[in-house]
Each structure stands twice: as structure tokens, then as C-alpha cells.
């Protein structure tokens, strides 16, 4: 093994990071407090919407955009097969059944013109549209905004792959997680994405109402806001002030409540994310450069025209029946050299679950990106050096040096 190990992701935590942490854990604040509702501001602030509600995961943070948009037996909710788990489960979560579209076979993103056939299609109609921003590129939004205004369905972005992605719309450039075109943007801040809370997520959102309805489905489905009692006689005393210890639950939610220790590294951490991003794109373009050679058996990842991604994943695309390796062989092979690589990811619908529950489903995008793709080490904390060699060994792995 020539070097240290290096992942596919890895987090970058500094003794800034470290100092916010413990400042919370000497301070009165460990759960919900004044750190959670900083890191929401300035998150709301960073993405440019109105309000964002920090939670325990990205997961958590899907099914709270899935209740909150009211989905439920019967209603039906696209989703992209290239993604992870959490996106089709946060559907079946509220008991609402999951319809697959297909993707495009170079970007793996979500193809609209799929969810236009779906649309037309359904005969009870589409209840809401989950766009995947796959390693950080994102899919049309401008259109299935449009579509989403003929058609009635409520769009959730899940954009846990793209904090600090930016994409054009006309000539305006509009923010991953502005809700510009959803309702509500779904973010994730696992160790190997963007920035780093451990485990944490968020939701963000610039409609009042969804606003409110995420705080309380976070708690419980509770709400201590007088002006949402509904027991009149047990919420009021006698001058009809609200007593000081009640509460109500008026529908039922769920404990995904972010901390002050989480919310104190994310924050410190989001002061980071315009230098982790652009470390990011130097690493990306690097690797397009030093790829170059291993054309047409191994081609980078595919940029969207007018999308300029906060890379999280560098993805190529490897034919691997012309290499005469399988991406098993090529796997082990950069692990024994100390480099990790990863599968983003196995199609959804292919799992087990999906597929008792809704039989076999012919999917020839995700098929044909799933077959090709595999993830190379991307973090900032890289040296140029790095990528040198990690396209040297994948090189020599393939037999092409």
C-alpha cells in the first residue's frame, strides 16, 4: 500500500469546530436551544429561503417534508431509482406508494420527460415529485416546477447531495435549497457530504405554514403556539392566558429534533462550506484533466449545462466490459493500492422490498448508469497529489499505463 487510506468522503473538522462544540457543552444547552435556531438562520440565510428546520438526518428530514406535504395511503409520489434508500422509503413512510421514473443514463438525474409520461399517464393522479440532485448537479428544476403547476403535484427537493450547488433559470442564478421551484429542499449533513454535523439534516422551506407544521411533526406533533389550542378550557385560565405548562398535539409526529452539539458543528461548519466547495471544484477539474487519457473507456462525469455544482461525489463512468475487469476486480484492486471507491448507488426499485411490493420494472437509464458508475475519493482536505494518484492506479487497474 503505497500512502494513507483514502475513502471515497471524508469529513474536515478543524479545532474551530471543535472549539464550538465544547462551548455548547459547557454552556446551560445541550437538546433544542439558541445554537439549533443559529444554525437554522444562517442556513436560511445561506441558501436563500425563509425559514429552515434543522433535524436528526437527511432521512428524517424526508419524512418530515413527506407529512408535512400530506402524503398518505392511496396518494402515489415519484421518485428517481438512483438515489439512496431514504428518498423512496420517507414515500412509504406515510403509507403513500412509490412510482419509479427513469433516469438519464450519463448524469443518473432524473428525467422530466418521464415524469411528463408518468403524469400523463396516472389515472388518480400524482400527489408529489422527489428530484434527486445526484452528486451535486441538479435536474431541471425550472421545468418540473412548470409541470408540477399544470399537473397539482407538490415538489420536495432532495438535495442532500448539493448544499451550495447553484443553477441557472434564464439568466438569474438560483440557490439549491431557495425553494425557487418546490415547495420545501431536503439537505443532509452525514460526514462525507458538504459539511458535517455527524448525523443531521434539514429541511428548508419559505411557506409559513409548511414552516410551522415541520417544527411540530420534529416534537412530536406538538405545538405550544395559544393560537393552535383547540382545548380552549384546559389551554386558558380564567383571564384566558395561556397556562404556562401546556401543550397539545393536534396530529401525531415524530422525536427528530437536531441538538446544540450537532447544530454547533454544522454551524461552525457552514462558515466553511464557500472553501470546502470550491476545493471541491478544484479537485473536480483536476480530474477531468488527468482523466483525459482514459478516454473512451472511462469518461468523467457528465456537467449539466447551466448547473454549477458543489461537487459531493466525482463519479465516473467506466465501460468495464472493454477494460476486461469487472468493477469488482477494479474495486479491490484500488483498495489493496489504499484507495476506497464506492457504487452511487444499487437502483432502488431493484431492492427486495420495492420489488414485492411492485414487481419488476424495466428502467433502461438506471440500468445503464448503475452498470458504469463508480465513485473516486473526493474531499477537501485532498492533495493535487492525491488525484494523481488515484487516476495512476485506477490506470494501472484498468491496464491502460
Not at 468495464?320 to 437502483?347: C, D, N, W
Amino acid at each position: 500500500m503505497t500512502g494513507s487510506f483514502l475513502p471515497y468522503g471524508r469529513h474536515v473538522v478543524d479545532d474551530d469546530d471543535i472549539s464550538a462544540v465544547a462551548e455548547v457543552l459547557r454552556g446551560d444547552w445541550l437538546t433544542t436551544g439558541p445554537t439549533v435556531e443559529k444554525f437554522e438562520a444562517s442556513l436560511a440565510e445561506r441558501v436563500g429561503a425563509r425559514f429552515a428546520v434543522a433535524c436528526s438526518s437527511g432521512t428524517a428530514g424526508l419524512h418530515m417534508a413527506t407529512a408535512v406535504a400530506g402524503l398518505s395511503p392511496g396518494d402515489r409520489a415519484v421518485v428517481p431509482p438512483m438515489t439512496f434508500l431514504a428518498t423512496a422509503n420517507a414515500v412509504r413512510y406515510q403509507g403513500g406508494d412509490v412510482v419509479f421514473s427513469d433516469v438519464d443514463p450519463q448524469t443518473g438525474l432524473l428525467n422530466i420527460d418521464g415524469v411528463q409520461d408518468i403524469v400523463d399517464r396516472a389515472r388518480n393522479g400524482i400527489r408529489a415529485v422527489l428530484p434527486v440532485h445526484l452528486a451535486g448537479q441538479t435536474v431541471d428544476m425550472p421545468s418540473l416546477a412548470r409541470l408540477a403547476k399544470k399537473a397539482g403535484f407538490v415538489v420536495i427537493e432532495d438535495a442532500c447531495h448539493a448544499l451550495g450547488t447553484e443553477y441557472l433559470d434564464g439568466n438569474e442564478v438560483v440557490s439549491v435549497g431557495s425553494c425557487r421551484h418546490s415547495t420545501m429542499a431536503v439537505f443532509s449533513f452525514h460526514p462525507v457530504k458538504t459539511i458535517a454535523m455527524g448525523e443531521g439534516g434539514a429541511v428548508t422551506t419559505n411557506d409559513p405554514d409548511v414552516y410551522r407544521k415541520l417544527l411540530e411533526f420534529r416534537n412530536h406533533g406538538m405545538t405550544r403556539e395559544a393560537n393552535q389550542f383547540q382545548n380552549r378550557d384546559m389551554a386558558l385560565d380564567s383571564d384566558a392566558e395561556p397556562n404556562p405548562w401546556y401543550y397539545e398535539m393536534p396530529s401525531i409526529g415524530f422525536n427528530y429534533r437536531a441538538s446544540d452539539i450537532h447544530c454547533a458543528l454544522a454551524h461552525s461548519q457552514l462558515k466553511k462550506l464557500n472553501s470546502f466547495i470550491a476545493r471541491r471544484r478544484e479537485l473536480a477539474a483536476r480530474y477531468d484533466e488527468q482523466l483525459q487519457y482514459l478516454s473512451p473507456i472511462l469518461l468523467p462525469p457528465l456537467r449539466i449545462e447551466g448547473c454549477n455544482p458543489a461537487w459531493h461525489l466525482y463519479a465516473v463512468r467506466i465501460d468495464f466490459k472493454a477494460s476486461g475487469m469487472t468493477r469488482k476486480q477494479v474495486m479491490v484492486r484500488l483498495r489493496e493500492a489504499g484507495i476506497g471507491s464506492q457504487v452511487h448507488y444499487i437502483p432502488v426499485h431493484l431492492q427486495p422490498y420495492y420489488r414485492r411490493l411492485y414487481g419488476e420494472s424495466s428502467l433502461p437509464g438506471a440500468t445503464a448508469y448503475y452498470a458504469a458508475t463508480l465513485s473516486l475519493p473526493l474531499f477537501p482536505s485532498m492533495s493535487d497529489g492525491d488525484v494523481g494518484r488515484v487516476v495512476d492506479t485506477l490506470a494501472h487497474c484498468l491496464g491502460m499505463n
